[in-house]
């Protein structure tokens, strides 16, 4: 009778880590930075810099955009040390531009002192992964395909000429395109679907708080122009597992 009861109360214990046939579900949340490459955006590198050559006072640069990132993973241990699952992540992307001491020709004022243009494009990240355990579920690896769907694109750019501030905010592929040297750019179309590759490691407790680390790279964001993305992300997790 008492190894019975022993046994049973064995049966009813709830799991405190991953094991064949668990079911595991993660909470992340943390900081996403994303890297412009690309043709389109090597070809507005190469642009700054001729400018910079032209124009000794000029000075520009295309920098990564970081932004909060949040959303849930799901995972089924097929094996003691082995799970495949997907999730949903909302996660923003983009870059910006800086530009000081911009000469214009062509419009007024003769001289822009200093303009920011942020792009943003906010997507559902949907990873699809093998997840691997090592040292006692310590650690954990996950890697597969990322499938990303725009939801909204933003640009705002905020410019200082003369004195005065001004501010203008558009959707992507929709606002007035008032940039000097990089005509186009700020403004194409973005893609509604996107795809992409991540690995990400985790460290902590199989059924509780962890950190991590991911670094991606995705597809060009614009329909007809080629600004790719490489990621990186670093955040905090609580995995629970039934």
């Known amino acids: 009778m008492l190894a019975a009861c022993a046994l049973h109360g064995q049966e009813d214990k709830p799991y405190n880590d991953s094991h ?34 032209i124009h000794s006072d000029y000075k520009g640069g295309l920098y990564p955009k970081t932004a909060a990132f949040g959303g849930i ?13 997907f999730g949903l ?3 923003p992307k983009g870059y910006w531009l800086f530009e ?5 020709a062509t419009s007024l004022p003769s001289l ?9 494009v906010d997507y559902f990240d949907m990873p699809i992964f093998f997840k691997a355990y090592f040292h006692g579920n310590k650690f954990s690896l996950r890697f597969g395909p990322v ?28 606002g007035t395109n008032n940039e000097i040297f990089y ?25 509780g708080l962890q950190g991590t680390l991911v670094i991606g790279f995705s597809g060009s964001m614009f329909e007809n122009a080629d600004v790719k993305s490489f990621i990186a992300r670093i955040g905090i997790s609580y995995m629970l597992s039934k």
């Open 112 to 120: 822009i002192e200093k303009r920011k243009t942020f792009v943003t």
């Open 147 to 174: 499938i990303s769907m725009a939801l909204l694109s933003k640009v705002r750019v905020i410019t200082e000429a003369e004195g005065a501030k001004t501010k203008e905010k558009y959707r992507l592929g929709e």
């Open 89 to 91: 992540l909302y996660t």
């Open 183 to 207: 005509e186009g750019l700020p403004n194409e179309v973005p893609k509604f679907i996107v795809p992409g590759m991540e690995a990400a490691l985790n460290y902590g407790n199989a059924s």
């Open 20 to 53: 064949k046939g668990a079911i595991n579900i993660e909470f992340a949340a943390g900081l996403n930075n994303t890297v412009p490459l690309g043709i389109d955006a090597k070809a507005v590198r190469t642009t700054i810099r001729d400018n910079e050559e």
């Open 73 to 85: 993973l799901l995972d089924y241990g097929f094996h003691q040390s082995g799970a495949i699952g």
């Open 100 to 104: 000081s001491n911009i000469p214009s």
